[in-house]
């Protein structure tokens, strides 16, 4: 059983476009996380919702918008892709304080042409 | 915001070598953690560790919060070990999560 699924897993648009990343745990966890691996590997922090509501919201620009419609599910909107936001997107999960030990989802290559 | 470095940023070593690599963090931390993302890109926590010292298997962590440094030990490496090893801390001021660059470890059969 997969603990934090992630799909698709490879997105290549154009510039412009607007689309999702879906991502579901089956951990029973309660907080979840998104977070942007560019390309030098650097890993930031993007987002968090505990129980389904946003606690950190680190500076991202509004084009991206989470959205969870329960505890199990958080979902990434990018509106008006840009170059720049080609990436792989990790979803993550864990149990308790937020940062607790995580569950990293397989991750999604985002290529923005 | 906390800056996070590790060293070394690139290591090779040969099948059953032992490695330290070395995380410095430069305020006070809730908490640190360990993670290791393989050729494959999966991302993988090994340790959760605010102070003090863990052993899994041949993998140990030791956490010196007071002289804001963290060491992953690696013993008797297996090519199955090569990938990139992250340092993350979470500050104390809320909220706020920050990886260091990673080391990249290589090891060769």
């Known amino acids: 059983d997969t603990a934090v699924s992630q799909t698709p897993k490879y997105l290549v648009t154009q510039m412009g476009n607007d689309k999702s990343i879906k991502c579901e745990q089956n951990?029973?966890?309660?907080?979840m996380y998104w977070y942007k691996q560019d390309s030098k590997k650097f890993l930031k922090i993007m987002f968090s919702y505990n129980n389904k509501e946003l606690i950190i919201n680190e500076t991202v620009p509004n084009r991206f918008s989470p959205k969870s419609p329960d505890k199990a599910h958080l979902n990434l909107h990018i509106n008006s892709l840009e170059l720049g936001d080609s990436a792989v997107y990790f979803c993550?999960?864990?149990?308790?304080?937020?940062?607790?030990?995580?569950?990293f989802g397989p991750g999604t290559r985002l290529t923005v042409l | 915001g906390i800056q996070v470095e590790q060293s070394p940023p690139d290591l090779i070593l040969q099948e059953g070598a032992n490695s330290t690599l070395r995380c410095n963090f430069s305020?006070?931390?809730?908490?640190l953690q360990w993670f290791h993302q393989n050729p494959w890109g999966q991302l993988i926590n090994l340790f959760y560790i605010p102070s003090g010292t863990k052993q899994n298997g041949r993998l140990s962590a030791t956490t010196v919060a007071t002289e804001r440094y963290s060491l992953l030990y690696i013993s008797s490496s297996q090519t199955t070990d090569s990938g990139v090893y992250f340092c993350?801390?979470?500050?104390?001021?809320?909220?706020?999560?920050?990886f260091g660059s990673g080391t990249k470890l290589n090891v060769k059969p």
């Open positions: 993350a801390v979470e500050g104390y001021n809320f909220n706020k999560f920050y």
């Open positions: 305020d006070s931390v809730n908490n």
């Open positions: 993550a999960s864990s149990q308790g304080p937020v940062y607790n030990e995580q569950f």
């Open positions: 951990l029973g966890h309660d907080t």
